[in-house]
């Protein structure tokens, strides 16, 4: 599964590999990849899949859970999916609470003491889905675990998710993307080293070859 979503993530280019001209993201962090999994959901194949993995996953793990919760905004499409296929109520939490009408952070119907699942598109920092998390629990709804599709392996991200408490189940990986894109000649074996050595130590550019 993990080497199979990471095909179709290079195959549909959610993922673009740029070791020799990085992208700039958002926080200033000059990245060599690019990851946008809202592309998937132009695929139905590929949309197919990673939902019955993220259903294997609730089966697997015999997770009991009420409601089905979107991160907003990229996780709530998958959410509404899941929530299809599982036959569950869905909600999504917005990033913080409207400014008008009922200020509502979470939208939908969820009752406190019901069981939730959170769903991401991709795992960078973790705090938008730890933030969407800690809101649940201020309603007093239990967050039982964390599905997305993709992470970057920060290790910072994963002990803040272990540090909140949040069982996480990832369908595929840096790591996986970097073995994939190597083996159909997408990288070469200096990018690969530079790319992972990237994922070591994101904020720095030291990793970054200037190209002549």
Not at 73 to 92: D, K, N
Not at 179 to 200: C, P
């Given at each position: 599964?993990?080497?199979?979503?990471?095909?179709?993530l290079?195959?549909?280019?959610?993922v673009?590999l740029?070791p020799?001209?990085p992208?700039?993201?958002t926080?200033?962090?000059?990245?060599?990849?690019?990851?946008d999994n809202?592309l998937?959901l132009?695929?139905?194949e590929?949309?197919?899949?990673?939902?019955q993995?993220?259903?294997?996953?609730?089966k697997?793990?015999?997770?009991?859970?009420?409601?089905?919760a979107?991160t907003a905004?990229?996780?709530?499409?998958?959410?509404?999916l899941l929530?299809?296929?599982l036959?569950l109520?869905m909600?999504?939490?917005?990033?913080s609470?409207?400014?008008?009408?009922?200020?509502?952070?979470i939208?939908?119907?969820?009752?406190?003491?019901?069981?939730?699942i959170?769903?991401?598109?991709?795992i960078s920092?973790?705090?938008?889905v730890?933030?969407?998390?800690?809101?649940?629990?201020?309603?007093?709804?239990?967050?039982?675990g964390?599905?997305a599709?993709?992470?970057?392996e920060f290790?910072k991200a994963?002990e803040?998710?272990?540090e909140?408490k949040?069982?996480t189940?990832?369908?595929?990986?840096?790591?996986?993307l970097l073995?994939?894109?190597?083996?159909n000649g997408?990288?070469?074996?200096?990018e690969?080293?530079?790319?992972a050595?990237?994922r070591k130590?994101?904020?720095?550019t030291?990793?970054?070859?200037v190209?002549?």
């Amino acid at each position: 599964m993990r080497e199979r979503i990471a095909r179709y993530l290079l195959d549909i280019e959610a993922v673009h590999l740029r070791p020799n001209q990085p992208f700039t993201w958002t926080s200033g962090i000059r990245s060599p990849i690019y990851c946008d999994n809202r592309l998937t959901l132009s695929y139905p194949e590929v949309r197919r899949t990673i939902i019955q993995g993220f259903v294997d996953y609730v089966k697997t793990e015999k997770i009991d859970v009420d409601v089905i919760a979107g991160t907003a905004t990229a996780g709530i499409p998958h959410a509404a999916l899941l929530s299809e296929a599982l036959e569950l109520p869905m909600i999504y939490v917005r990033g913080s609470a409207k400014g008008h009408g009922k200020q509502n952070q979470i939208e939908g119907k969820v009752e406190p003491g019901q069981k939730v699942i959170l769903v991401e598109d991709l795992i960078s920092t973790g705090g938008s889905v730890i933030q969407a998390a800690e809101a649940l629990r201020e309603n007093d709804v239990e967050v039982v675990g964390v599905v997305a599709i993709f992470t970057y392996e920060f290790k910072k991200a994963e002990e803040a998710l272990k540090e909140a408490k949040l069982p996480t189940y990832i369908l595929t990986s840096y790591s996986e993307l970097l073995k994939v894109a190597m083996e159909n000649g997408t990288l070469t074996e200096e990018e690969m080293e530079r790319l992972a050595e990237w994922r070591k130590d994101p904020a720095s550019t030291d990793w970054i070859k200037v190209k002549k």
